[in-house]
Structures are given as C-alpha cells and as structure tokens.
C-alpha cells in the first residue's frame, strides 16, 4: 500500500519563515500561487518582465518580480514553466541567483529524471504534483477541498525536505485529498504513460475512430458526435466517482453489456503491445530526446500534427453543437 499523508499528519512549519518563489503564472503555476497565498504562505512570482502573464498576475492582484530577482528572495524555488524551457532558464536565470540553502521544487520530474537540469548537491530537490490541471487546483481549494498530489525527494540537502515538500502540499490544498509518496522516476513515467496512452493520446484517438466509424457507415456527423464524444464526460464522471462499478451502476443493463463483450474487440492484445511500446519509449528516454529535438528544430512536427487534429471535421462539427449549448460560456471563461 501506497504511502499517503493527509492534513493531520503534516508539520506547516516546515514552511514557517520562509519565501516561496513560484516561476511561471501558466495553468499549475496561477492555481498554486494563490492557493499557497490564500494559505497564509509568504508566496513571491517570478515571471518574465513584459511577459503575457505579467499583466494578468497585476490584475490579480500581485506584484510580479523578475525571474532573477524571485529567485534571490526565495526559499523554496518552485519551478513551474513549460519543460522545455527550463532547462535554459534553471542555468542561465535560477542557478546563479540561489539562495545557499535553497530547496528546488518541480511539479513534474521530467527534467530532473531526464538528466537535463543537474542541482548542485548543496540544494534540495524534491517534487509536489497535484494530480489534476491547475484550473481545477484552484477550484477545488475555493471549494474547500483539494486535488491528491504526489511528492518525491531527489536530494535531501537539508534533512528535512520531504517535510518541507509536505508542507507545500497542504499549502496548495493537495494534503486536503491525499499526498501519495513516490520517486521522481515513477512519477515523469507513470504522468507521460498516462497522458500518451489513456488521457490524452489513448482518448482523443478512440474519439476521433469512434466518430468516423459512425459517419463512414452513414450517419449524422451531429449523432456521431453526441455518442462518442460528447457523453465521454458523462461516464467519465461517474467512474470518476466510484469506479467501473458506479458506472454499470447508473447506465442501462444493455450498455453495461456491450461494456463488457466489445470493450476487448476495441482494446485488443495489439493495443496493448502499443502501450507497452509507448511506455519503453518513456522509459528508455526515446520519447524524451525526441520531444527535445521537436523544441530545439522549433517545433515543425507538433504544429503540424496539432494542425491537423485541430482541423478534423469532428471539431469543425463540434464548434457548431456547441454554440447551442449555453452553460459552457460559463465553464470556459472560468
């Protein structure tokens, strides 16, 4: 079993006293700063001066510091841009502006499992991931509850930097759920597999086949979208509540039984022999070096396979089903 820490088992004061210095306002770094400031924790944003987010974080109410600048008044460094960026922002802007003590925190552990950001030995480095999108972070917390996280130690320079890591958690609302104890290996491998294999990649392709199975055999392509991609979020969620078993609970006897005969005609042993090749390619840091090289050519194949799922008719039908639907105004400008 799964170690796991809950609000009562944690000690804030490993965070008395000292200055969190969040990098990057994106998605997870907006939802953890203002949690961690709505806690009570001395929290300072170090963005990129005249950046997009900068004038955002003003409005919201914040005084924005350069990179450099954070970085000198913080304790804790918690590191939340893009992956690929920080690697030359942790050498050129972090590292010779650290503190001495200084712990470094990530929230997801792909630079550090991947080799391409090295700390020195002096520093902590641990991980604090909240096991949901930043938006939902902070929705969550407002709401009074949490999103679970998962916390590792790479470097243990000070003697108590899982404590302090802890202590992160229960700032940003993630102790309120569970704070499950991992490595930054598990962690980066598990995160990508899932992404690549069922949440992103795995999902939006069994959409996108569903979809064209049902306008290829010659029915409404606004028929076809309701039952393959719209209705995903309603099962979704019930399995989100209580597992497969709620599910079956709540959809007809009929539709449970098509669950259980045909879900192995979709996801065959070759499906399965994919998802083992996508994990060894994540563990064998293949996926990695390619996804770094997509960043150092600038990017020509993620635009041009973004393009063109951005383009597939199932979005094109999408967009037009959904102007009818009133109450996503409300959800998409939140």
Same mark, same amino acid.
């Given at each position: 079993?799964?170690?796991?820490?809950?609000?009562?088992?944690?000690n804030?004061?490993?965070?008395?006293?000292?200055c969190?210095?969040?990098?990057?306002?994106?998605?997870?770094?907006?939802?953890?700063?203002?949690?961690?400031?709505?806690s009570?924790?001395?929290?300072?944003?170090?963005?990129?001066?005249?950046?997009?987010?900068?004038?955002?974080?003003?409005?919201?109410?914040?005084?924005?510091?350069?990179?450099?600048? +954070?970085?000198?008044?913080?304790?804790?460094?918690?590191?939340?841009?893009?992956?690929?960026?920080?690697p030359?922002?942790?050498?050129?802007?972090?590292?010779?502006?650290?503190?001495?003590?200084a &712990?470094?925190?990530?929230?997801h552990?792909?630079?550090?499992?991947?080799?391409?950001? =090295?700390?020195?030995?002096?520093?902590?480095?641990?991980?604090?991931?909240?096991?949901?999108?930043? @938006?939902?972070?902070?929705?969550?917390?407002?709401?009074?509850?949490?999103?679970?996280?998962?916390?590792?130690?790479?470097?243990?320079a000070?003697?108590? +930097?899982?404590?302090?890591?802890l202590?992160?958690?229960?700032?940003?609302?993630?102790?309120?759920?569970?704070?499950?104890?991992?490595?930054? +290996?598990?962690?980066?491998?598990?995160?990508? !597999?899932?992404?690549?294999?069922?949440?992103?990649?795995?999902?939006?392709?069994?959409?996108?086949?569903?979809?064209?199975?049902?306008?290829?055999?010659?029915y409404?392509?606004?028929? +076809?979208? !309701?039952?393959?991609?719209?209705?995903?979020?309603?099962?979704?969620?019930?399995i989100?509540?209580? @597992?497969?078993?709620?599910?079956?609970?709540?959809?007809?006897? &009929?539709?449970?039984?098509?669950?259980?005969?045909?879900?192995?005609?979709?996801?065959?042993?070759?499906?399965r022999?994919?998802? =083992?090749?996508?994990?060894?390619?994540?563990?064998?840091?293949?996926?990695? =070096?390619?996804?770094?090289?997509?960043?150092?050519?600038?990017y020509?194949?993620? =635009?041009?396979?973004?393009?063109?799922?951005?383009?597939?008719?199932?979005?094109?039908?999408?967009?037009?089903?959904?102007?009818? !639907?009133?109450?996503?105004?409300?959800?998409?400008?939140?």
């Amino acid at each position: 079993m799964a170690k796991m820490y809950f609000e009562s088992d944690l000690n804030t004061d490993a965070l008395k006293d000292k200055c969190v210095a969040v990098i990057g306002y994106g998605s997870q770094g907006r939802g953890q700063s203002m949690n961690l400031r709505d806690s009570g924790v001395n929290v300072v944003l170090g963005l990129r001066e005249g950046g997009k987010t900068w004038k955002q974080a003003e409005s919201e109410g914040w005084k924005p510091l350069t990179i450099e600048a +954070a970085v000198k008044e913080g304790d804790i460094i918690c590191i939340l841009t893009p992956d690929m960026a920080q690697p030359k922002m942790y050498r050129d802007q972090i590292a010779p502006n650290l503190k001495e003590q200084a &712990t470094i925190l990530f929230s997801h552990g792909f630079n550090i499992h991947y080799g391409s950001i =090295k700390v020195d030995e002096k520093h902590n480095v641990v991980l604090l991931a909240p096991k949901g999108p930043g @938006g939902l972070v902070r929705r969550q917390y407002e709401e009074g509850a949490g999103v679970p996280g998962l916390v590792a130690v790479h470097q243990d320079a000070s003697g108590d +930097a899982l404590q302090q890591a802890l202590a992160y958690g229960w700032g940003v609302g993630a102790a309120r759920a569970g704070i499950i104890e991992t490595t930054f +290996a598990e962690e980066t491998e598990t995160d990508l !597999f899932g992404e690549q294999a069922v949440l992103c990649g795995g999902v939006t392709e069994l959409i996108r086949a569903g979809w064209e199975t049902l306008v290829e055999a010659g029915y409404q392509p606004e028929v +076809a979208y !309701f039952e393959c991609l719209h209705e995903v979020k309603l099962i979704v969620d019930l399995i989100f509540e209580g @597992g497969v078993a709620r599910m079956h609970e709540f959809v007809s006897d &009929t539709a449970a039984w098509g669950d259980l005969i045909s879900g192995p005609r979709v996801i065959t042993a070759e499906s399965r022999e994919g998802m =083992k090749a996508v994990l060894k390619d994540i563990q064998d840091g293949t996926f990695a =070096k390619r996804w770094e090289k997509e960043h150092e050519d600038g990017y020509p194949e993620f =635009k041009r396979l973004r393009n063109e799922a951005f383009t597939h008719d199932i979005e094109t039908v999408g967009k037009e089903v959904r102007k009818h !639907f009133s109450w996503l105004k409300d959800l998409q400008s939140a």
